[in-house]
């Protein structure tokens, strides 16, 4: 039963620098990813989300996800798991719950410093602690049991929402049932119909 992966996701290219890994994307994520702050556009069908991303204390998390995001792999994928007064996670199953194929998994950063706070943005694995693949997911409350607290504990942060709360909040309150997939999927799919860099602002 894949609900098993608890917090999901497992995913990752070579620990490579981000300016190697700007060499790899398109011209849009190269300048996001050149900015001190890499930004992301999730348009949804409840609405836009942008993301901002930290790539100081969550390097490899953010080159991964960007990676993704440049790829397409997001575009049709929906939020899977949402729970009230936890957190909305998706990133890895289409409209129909085919799971979509990742890359290798990456390595863990939950000891970065960043915490599972309201609205930030984390990697989800399964059980295995260095499992993060492209699935990750949106804080709805401040999560302290999800923080790093010593080898082998906690979920990765790597970003916040900047923009579309709003959204985030509307995604927490839909109608959800158990499923194959988690315990609390949606009735009607919430799909990310778009993911995007968002290019930096001309200075």
């Not at 894949?2 to 790899?24: E, G, K, W």
């Not at 863990?108 to 915490?115: D, I, P, R, V, Y």
């Not at 080898?151 to 709003?166: H, I």
């Amino acid at each position: 039963m894949q609900s098993s992966r608890i917090l999901l996701a497992a995913t990752t290219l070579a620990f490579a620098p981000l300016a190697a890994l700007a060499q790899s994307v398109s011209p849009v994520c190269d300048a996001a990813l050149r900015a001190a702050s890499p930004k992301v556009r999730l348009t949804t069908s409840m609405g836009p989300i942008v993301l901002e991303l930290d790539k100081e204390k969550a390097p490899i998390s953010t080159e991964n996800f960007v990676k993704y995001v440049d790829s397409g792999h997001y575009n049709g994928t929906v939020f899977h798991r949402v729970i009230d007064n936890f957190m909305v996670q998706g990133g890895g199953f289409t409209k129909e719950m085919r799971e979509k194929p990742t890359r290798s998994p990456i390595k863990n950063e939950a000891s970065n410093g960043l915490k599972n706070e309201p609205y930030t943005v984390a990697m989800a694995r399964t059980q295995v602690y260095d499992s993060a693949t492209s699935q990750f997911f949106i804080n709805s409350k401040s999560n302290g049991f999800l923080n790093y607290s010593g080898p082998g504990t906690g979920y990765a942060v790597f970003g916040k929402v900047v923009e579309g709360k709003d959204v985030v909040d509307k995604i927490r309150k839909v109608r959800v049932q158990p499923s194959p997939y988690s315990e609390a999927t949606p009735l009607e799919p919430v799909v990310i119909e778009k993911a995007e860099c968002v290019a930096p602002a001309a200075k």
